[in-house]
């Protein structure tokens, strides 16, 4: 049974973040999926509408009209970015326990937070619960596993934060940690945040999730539950084909990849698997700039390689090379786009 939650003054003790940006397609199913969470504890949705310019709000202002005293919701004035819209609705957030769950993704277990608070009531040295997940076609519906087998080493019932850093960082094809599976300690974080709110709030760093996986993982022990609570939506984003979203791809990946080696250096790890993923993402990088035919962007790719001592891909050095050609490189560019 549902905990009814009706009084506003009751202090919630888990906070469910759902930073939205144009979702009015799915973000319905989001919002009734944390809905149905079957607790006996108080908890809150923080709706994040970062100044949406479809239907978004008209959904957002619903949900609240319905839900008074569970959803509280903020409509940005601007569009803040993914970044700064997480971290400016986390710091509101009221309960000492938080969640999120992405405004096109759905829970599938209404027993997860249930679980999960169990887990971190016990132990007060586990400061993240993370659980299995899978992909969901956005257009069929279909459900595909994560790609894990449940037989890593960092996937076991509780480790040491310690373990799960190197497969953080060194995550290439699908994340480690899924952070919409996972409940976490705030006070955590905001020790984290004082200490080093340029991981947090850098313009440099695109994403949100990389950095708070890692800073929670290292202050303290990391449970984890096999049951696959998360349906985790792909396939409803344009591919990134013309040159307009191969340089917002490059700007993404790229700061993803100065975050990862800020990150390698700030944790001391120093492995090949971190130092491989390193040089898969560089690879990666320098494809988008040059479908972007984004000479100056290769470059600076390569300076930055250099700097960090990131392997530079053959393709990485040839792609270098002919950015010097003018004409050749932007005929290049377009056939190999």
């Known amino acids: ?121 016990s132990n007060p040295e586990v400061t993240l619960v993370h659980t299995g997940w899978q992909y969901m076609d956005a257009v069929s519906g279909t459900v595909t596993p994560s790609g894990y087998t449940g037989t890593e080493k960092w996937l076991r019932q509780e480790i040491e934060g310690s373990e799960l850093l190197e497969p953080l960082v060194a995550s290439v094809d699908a994340m480690a940690v899924h952070s919409c599976t996972t409940l976490y300690r705030k006070e955590v974080f905001m020790r984290a945040y004082a200490s080093d709110k340029m991981l947090f709030r850098s313009s440099e760093y695109p994403c949100e999730d990389l950095q708070l996986m890692v800073a929670l993982a290292a202050a ?50 120093s492995s090949g698997m971190v130092d491989y993923a390193n040089t898969v993402l560089a690879s990666y990088v320098s494809s988008r700039a040059f479908a972007a035919a984004d000479s100056e962007g290769i470059a600076c790719l390569s300076t930055f390689c250099r700097a960090n001592g990131i392997a530079i891909p053959l393709r990485t050095r040839m792609k270098s090379l002919l950015r010097h050609t003018g004409p050749l490189f932007r005929f290049l560019s377009k056939r190999w786009r």
């Open 1 to 121: 049974m549902k905990l009814d939650m009706g009084k506003e003054e009751i202090k919630p003790k888990v906070s469910v973040i759902v930073a939205t940006y144009n979702q009015e397609d799915t973000l319905g199913a989001s919002l009734d999926s944390i809905l149905a969470q079957q607790c006996d504890f108080p908890f809150e949705i923080e709706l994040a509408d970062d100044c949406s310019t479809d239907g978004t709000r008209r959904v957002c202002e619903e949900y609240v009209r319905r839900y008074p005293g569970i959803i509280r919701y903020t409509r940005n004035e601007k569009n803040l970015g993914c970044r700064d819209n997480y971290f400016d609705t986390l710091l509101r957030c009221r309960a000492p326990y938080i969640a999120d769950l992405a405004g096109d993704d759905i829970w599938i277990d209404p027993t997860k937070l249930a679980r999960q608070v169990e887990v971190l009531d």
């Open 220 to 269: 303290g022990r990391v449970a984890y539950l096999p049951e696959v609570t998360l349906n985790y939506r792909v396939g409803n984003r344009a591919q990134i084909t013309s040159p307009a979203d191969s340089a917002k791809a490059f700007r993404f990946y790229f700061g993803t990849l100065k975050l990862r080696r800020y990150l390698q250096k700030k944790y001391g790890l």
